[in-house]
Each structure stands twice: as structure tokens, then as C-alpha cells.
């Protein structure tokens, strides 16, 4: 029998990087949680422990924050684009390289209703991420967002649906709905050699636009189920984006049960709800364009989108 040595990388995980822009009164924040991989012909270093090859994963952090400052944070893909590049472009034995980035929201705190030019509050659990993949096939850009907490009082419903003997659950007409949604969008490349020109798309204002559309949807859907507000979301991003190609959501069903208070002598119209914890329900959906470029399955899979 022979034991061969299948696909492998290495890097440097989450290393959290904080850029503070201090070149006028006003500073700026951008929170990041940088990790990195190379891929390459790094096989001896496994099997003979031989590192002639490997760029430590140390120099790799030290990239990052040297980055950080020479070249900027202004959007966390073209961060990840400018470090990607610098690795497979510069370093001789990289293949290939994947940068995921973490960013993390800040709010600028208040003082005498004022907002204080140096001083900041986290914003919510959201997290905003970017997936950037550069190598023989081209470049690749994942955009995306988790735990972002949605929930809505009414305007859900859940009825019609299969039934055998261990159903218990009722039908409902009104019902609240929320999730703590995972999505992320796959950018098509807008050049024939598969890269993407310098500061070709406006990544701060795409993300701003997929927030604000899911949110809308999630919002105004007259949902009959969370797959088909899931559809709408995913729908009127890529109607409205043409820069985005495909579409992945994640969603829990963070259920929530009208408590039973009639015991205490007391009606529940629907005000009172025990929020569950676990078990929940795990909606998932991808939407694409049909004219969409195709994507490997190997980076579909490494990019969180098989």
C-alpha cells in the first residue's frame, strides 16, 4: 500500500490587526482578523521536514501589518487582493494564496450628543469577511457577512406543510421570524485573464448595497417560509448587482414560541415568546446567475460556497 500526500497549505491564522488613521484630528478605525495561506510544492517540508521552500508563517503576520500601513486599509478585499498578489507574484515558490479577512464594526461614541473624533463603541455582532484566492486559475473574490441578528414581529407565516405521525407542530398565520444570517457573494473577475483591475468595484459601497437589500427583503416579504425569504434576498441582490454572480445564505431558525400563560389566568395574543435556543431549524439557499463564469469545485469549496 502506498500512502501519498494529498492537497495541503499553511499559514497564519487570525492574526488581529487594528489600523488607526491619525493624520488628522478626526481618526479613523479599520478592525481586521487577518488569516493567511500559501499553496505550492511544499511537499519536502511535510515529508523530509526539509523548509527550504516555506516562507514562515510568522513573516506572513509581519506582511500584514507591514501592509497595513504602506499600502492602507481602505476595503478588506482589495487588503486581501494586495496581499494575495504579493505573495504568489513575489515570493518564488507560492502557487497560490488564500486571504480571509474578518472586519469588525466600530461606531464613534457620543459626547454632549457630539460624535467623539477619537473615541469608539463596537457596533453589534456583525462581522463583515472577504475571501480572496490568487493563483494559476486567476483571482477569485468571496464578499460576505455573518451573525447578522434580523427578526421581525409579524408578516411570517408557516402553514400547509407535510405531516406524518410524529408531527406536532401547529400551523401559524403570524409568527415571529429570525435568523442570524451568514451570507457570502461571489464577484466575477471584469478582465479575459481572470483578475480583477485595481480598485475596479467599489467594495464598500457593494457590501453597504447587499446589507441593505437583504435587510429590505427580510423586512417587507410576506414570508410563507424562511427558503422563500431567503430566495428574495438572494434574488434582489443579483438583480440589482450585476458585479455579483452567486449567492450564499445561511440561516438559522431562531425560533420563537408563544409561551403558554393560561395557567396564570392570562391571554397571549402573540406578545409573550420563549426564544429557543436548540434545536433550531438551518435554512440554506445558493442563488446564481445563469450566465454566471463558472468556479472550480476545489475554490467553490474552499471559498465556503460548495
Given at each position: ?13 487570525e492574526?488581529?490587526l487594528?489600523?488607526?488613521?491619525r493624520?488628522?484630528?478626526?481618526h ?7 488569516t493567511?495561506?500559501l499553496?505550492?510544492?511544499?511537499e ?9 521552500s ?21 476595503a ?15 515570493i ?14 466600530w461606531?464613534?461614541?457620543?459626547v ?29 473574490i468571496?464578499?460576505?457577512l ?11 407565516e ?10 406536532t ?15 457570502k ?26 446589507r ?5 427583503q427580510?423586512?417587507?416579504?410576506q ?33 420563537h414560541?408563544?409561551?403558554?400563560l ?12 420563549w ?32
Amino acid at each position: 500500500m502506498a500512502i501519498i500526500l494529498g492537497d495541503n497549505q499553511y499559514g497564519k491564522a487570525e492574526s488581529r490587526l487594528v489600523r488607526i488613521y491619525r493624520d488628522s484630528p478626526r481618526h479613523e478605525i479599520r478592525d481586521l482578523n487577518v488569516t493567511t495561506a500559501l499553496r505550492g510544492p511544499f511537499e519536502p517540508a511535510y515529508l523530509e521536514g526539509d523548509q527550504s521552500s516555506v516562507l514562515p508563517t510568522d513573516t506572513q503576520k509581519n506582511t500584514a501589518f507591514a501592509f497595513a500601513k504602506s499600502k492602507g486599509v481602505a476595503a478588506i478585499e482589495d487588503f486581501g487582493l494586495d496581499l494575495a498578489r504579493h505573495f504568489v507574484d513575489d515570493i518564488g515558490p507560492v502557487a497560490g494564496a488564500r486571504i480571509e479577512i474578518e472586519e469588525f464594526a466600530w461606531q464613534r461614541a457620543l459626547v454632549d450628543g457630539v460624535e467623539h473624533d477619537h473615541t469608539w463603541v463596537r457596533s453589534g455582532q456583525e462581522v463583515r469577511t472577504a475571501a480572496v484566492t490568487v493563483d494559476a486559475s486567476g483571482e477569485h473574490i468571496v464578499g460576505g457577512l455573518k451573525d447578522l441578528v434580523l427578526l421581525k414581529s409579524t408578516g411570517s407565516e408557516f402553514a400547509g406543510f407535510l405531516t406524518d405521525e410524529f408531527t406536532t407542530l401547529p400551523e401559524t398565520h403570524d409568527r415571529v421570524m429570525a435568523t442570524a444570517l451568514d451570507a457570502k457573494w461571489r464577484f466575477a473577475p471584469g478582465t479575459d485573464d481572470a483578475r480583477f483591475a485595481d480598485r475596479a468595484i467599489d467594495w464598500n459601497t457593494v457590501y453597504a448595497d447587499v446589507r441593505r437589500l437583504m435587510v429590505e427583503q427580510f423586512a417587507t416579504v410576506q414570508s410563507l417560509a424562511l427558503q422563500q425569504t431567503l430566495w428574495h434576498m438572494g434574488k434582489a441582490v443579483l438583480e440589482a448587482i450585476p458585479e455579483i454572480v452567486e449567492v450564499r445564505l445561511v440561516a438559522p431558525n431562531k425560533h420563537h414560541f408563544a409561551y403558554d400563560l393560561s395557567n396564570f389566568a392570562l391571554e397571549n395574543p402573540n406578545e409573550v415568546f420563549w426564544a429557543a435556543d436548540r434545536p433550531y431549524g438551518l435554512i440554506e439557499a445558493t442563488l446564481l446567475r445563469d450566465d454566471a463564469p463558472p468556479a472550480g469545485d476545489a475554490w467553490r469549496a474552499s471559498a465556503g460556497l460548495a
